[in-house]
């Protein structure tokens, strides 16, 4: 479980299937989950230093790049791509 | 023109042909960056122009190619038994490869930052090396890492190992790879 700076939740990655970020309160309460976006799946949490991202791996190439650093919007529950990822 | 006036002019220019040939272009930033005037020590020669290394700069930093200016895509199909390397992040699983691996052995972190140009942003970072045996062909864009800015860390990152990017959905690289060995890095 890691914590992102930008929201203060905790975050846990789930590698089922394509991945999914399981979102908690400071106190344990679940607050949300997100879905990785579609054609990518999700590989581990990266930990930038003003805020805490996730790499998704991409069925097609975008930009010349397969995998992507994705933000984690947590009021939206939504991935937002940041930069590729090597 | 008198003669002596076409002799002085004649003089200056040949004196003047050397300098001008010898003479090294200064990086238009240098003073501002020691990434700029790092990659322009290796790179100005390419070019006709300081207007034209100073665009393949900027467009360098903007577009963040992983592959040199000059890399013509060659997409080979990798055969089974053919083993590589490649740096993975801590937390990061070995059967969630990235896409790009390298023939050469990587020593260190440094190694990775340097010779693979991988910038900062993207891995921030590295605690293992992964020895994948490829066993089934695989289909890759393969050739010389190129050059990279990492403006954060104010760093000329000069990149000319070797590499190659894989060309399938990332769902399928690990029906194409087994894990030979893992090895931890500093």
Do not use: N
């Not at chain 2, 990235?98 to 990775?112: A, K, L, M, Y």
């Not at chain 2, 760093?155 to 060995?181: C, D, K, N, T, W």
């Amino acid at each position: 479980m890691t914590r992102d700076p930008v929201s203060g939740l905790l975050v846990a990655l789930s590698p089922e299937g394509a991945g999914r970020l399981l979102l908690f309160a400071p106190d344990g309460a679940p607050a949300a989950t997100i879905d990785p976006p579609p054609g990518y799946r999700l590989s581990h949490l990266v930990e930038a230093p003003d805020r805490l991202l996730v790499v998704g791996q991409g069925d097609a190439a975008v930009d010349g790049w397969h995998d992507w650093h994705f933000a984690i919007d947590a009021a939206k529950a939504a991935l937002v791509r940041a930069g590729p990822a090597y | 023109m008198p003669m002596l006036q076409r002799c002085l002019i004649a003089l200056l220019f040949l004196f003047a042909i050397p300098v001008s040939v010898v003479a090294q272009p200064a990086p238009a930033a240098a003073a501002a960056s020691a990434a700029h005037a790092g990659w322009w020590a290796d790179q100005r020669w390419r070019y006709a122009t300081d207007g034209e290394a100073e665009a393949a700069y900027q467009a360098l930093v903007a577009r963040e190619s992983p592959w040199p200016e000059w890399h013509q895509s060659h997409l080979v199909s990798l055969p089974a038994g053919l083993r590589f390397q490649m740096a993975i992040a801590p937390g990061q699983p070995t059967d969630r490869p990235g896409g790009f691996g390298t023939f050469d052995r990587i020593p260190s972190v440094e190694f990775v930052r340097m010779s693979l140009a991988v910038k900062t942003a993207w891995k921030p970072a590295i605690d293992r090396v992964v020895t994948y045996e490829i066993t089934a062909p695989l289909i890759a864009d393969v050739g010389t890492v190129g050059p990279q800015i990492d403006v954060p860390a104010d760093l000329y990152l000069p990149g000319g190992g070797s590499q190659f990017q894989m060309m399938i959905p990332a769902a399928e690289r690990m029906q194409h790879l087994r894990v030979v060995e893992v090895r931890a890095i500093r």
